[in-house]
């Protein structure tokens, strides 16, 4: 896309003397603008999910974060990923299968279903672990901060708009390894910004955030269309009953990435009642 091509270098060019982690929140920001502009995003107030689309949004949560730290893990002592490499806080992997054996029982491994964005979304994680590690960096940073600044309260409205009794099954949302949100982040930024990155360097990784950001409305679409896909009485046999929900908007604008995996509940949920428009 020629958003991703060009931007984020002639951005980094004007915004040499800048943090990295200022500079991706720079040359993101139209991808943001997009997303939040879109019909789904001004109804995320009205945010709902039913356990059959949330089972379908860890399938892709899964296969995303397998390949990322997979790719992390390999990469571990490289200098870009070293500096943001937190697996006891972030790793969100384990607590992912715990809540796919929770839904979808001992043999969850062959009930994973993804769509083609979910793959491509792999596949380019995959291709940077080996060619260009320090790209790993954006992908990271818009990944698990967006997930850790939104984690309490989407574990809260999954919670509440399936009906659940207990917070098993969203261990997704979780981080017991951080006690601080907020001083987490604070840290996780600053090592980033610690990063020593050429001119080059830094220009790809910015890149590299827009096209993360891209990779992930480009699985929002996808999964919306499975869902589509899906004959409408299988979804309301599957179904739990939702309730409506109202979400803080100072919440819902404190992460880019949190408000496009709100977006993504909002999806699947207008698309089980049959009021989405695409």
């Known amino acids: 896309m020629e958003t991703e091509k060009k931007n984020p270098t002639q951005t980094?060019?004007?915004?040499?003397?800048?943090?990295?982690?200022?500079?991706?929140?720079?040359?993101?920001?139209?991808?943001?603008?997009?997303?939040?502009?879109?019909?789904?995003?001004?109804?995320?107030q009205k945010g709902q999910v039913t356990l059959?689309?949330?089972?379908?949004?860890?399938?892709?949560?899964?296969?995303?974060?397998?390949?990322?730290?997979?790719?992390?893990?390999?990469?571990?002592?490289?200098?870009?990923?070293a500096a943001i490499y937190f697996?006891?806080?972030?790793?969100?992997?384990?607590?992912?299968?715990?809540?796919?054996?929770?839904?979808y029982g001992p043999d969850w491994r062959e009930k994973v279903v993804v769509p083609a964005?979910?793959?491509?979304?792999?596949?380019?994680?995959?291709?940077?672990?080996?060619e260009n590690p320090e790209f790993l960096v954006a992908h990271a940073y818009t990944r698990y901060l967006g997930d850790l600044s939104g984690g309490q309260v989407l574990g809260r409205i999954a919670q509440k708009s399936m009906g659940l009794k207990s917070s098993e099954g969203l261990s997704?949302?979780?981080?017991?390894?951080?006690?601080?949100?907020?001083?987490?982040?604070?840290?996780?930024r600053s090592r980033?910004?610690?990063?020593?990155?050429?001119?080059?360097?830094?220009?790809?990784?910015?890149e590299e955030a827009v096209r993360a950001f891209e990779l992930n409305i480009q699985v929002f679409d996808d999964l919306q269309k499975m869902l589509l896909s899906v004959p409408e009485n299988k979804l309301q046999t599957f179904s739990t009953p939702v309730k409506m929900?109202?979400?803080?908007r100072a919440i819902i604008q404190s992460s880019?990435?949190?408000?496009?995996?709100?977006?993504?509940?909002v999806a699947v949920a207008t698309v089980g009642i049959g009021i989405y428009a695409f």
Request: proline content about 5%; charged content about 25%; hydrophobic content about 40%.
């Open 192 to 206: 980033m910004n610690s990063v020593e990155l050429t001119e080059e360097e830094r220009n790809g990784v910015l």
């Open 256 to 265: 880019p990435l949190f408000r496009a995996l709100l977006g993504i509940f």
């Open 245 to 248: 929900l109202q979400i803080p």
């Open 117 to 130: 964005a979910t793959k491509r979304y792999c596949h380019r994680l995959r291709q940077i672990g080996k």
């Open 12 to 44: 980094a060019e004007q915004m040499t003397d800048r943090d990295l982690s200022e500079q991706i929140k720079m040359v993101t920001k139209e991808s943001h603008i997009r997303a939040e502009n879109t019909e789904l995003m001004l109804s995320f």
């Open 172 to 188: 997704f949302f979780a981080f017991p390894g951080v006690s601080s949100p907020n001083r987490f982040k604070q840290l996780y």
């Open 52 to 81: 059959p689309q949330f089972k379908l949004l860890l399938c892709s949560m899964y296969e995303v974060y397998k390949a990322l730290e997979e790719e992390m893990d390999r990469n571990c002592h490289h200098p870009s990923v």
């Open 87 to 103: 697996p006891a806080e972030l790793a969100r992997l384990e607590a992912i299968e715990k809540d796919l054996a929770h839904f």
